[in-house]
């Protein structure tokens, strides 16, 4: 059982964590995927971070009363919900550091 949760919160923290490439880090344009990274997104990426949205979201609304009472229902909401969907679908196809609408990708958004 502690083995599922270890992993269950290990992909969570890889959905959470936004990717970073060397070509941002320099200032320098973004070069368009390949489509290689494009069939890996396709085949492995998206799959997984949809799986673990499902299972964040179901965090969500397991939590959600202990976290309405303590006031930090939106931010859980975001974090566990919105967060994981928006990266698994509201993204180019094998861009991992914007989403569609030009955004770059967060753990928390600024609204």
């Known amino acids: 059982m502690m083995k599922k949760i270890i992993i269950i919160l290990v992909l969570l923290s890889l959905v959470s964590i936004p990717s970073m490439s060397i070509a941002q880090q320099w200032n320098q344009p973004e070069p368009c995927p390949g489509i290689g990274i494009k069939i890996v997104d396709l ?32 931010a859980s909401f975001d974090v566990l919900v919105e967060v994981p969907w928006r990266f698994a679908g509201d993204r180019p196809l094998g861009d991992f550091c914007h989403y569609n609408d030009g955004k770059p990708i967060t753990v928390v958004h600024n609204n």
């Open 43 to 74: 085949l492995i990426v998206r799959p997984v971070c949809i799986g673990v949205a499902c299972v964040s979201t179901g965090a969500c609304a397991l939590f959600s009363p202990v976290t309405l009472i303590e006031g930090v229902g939106e």
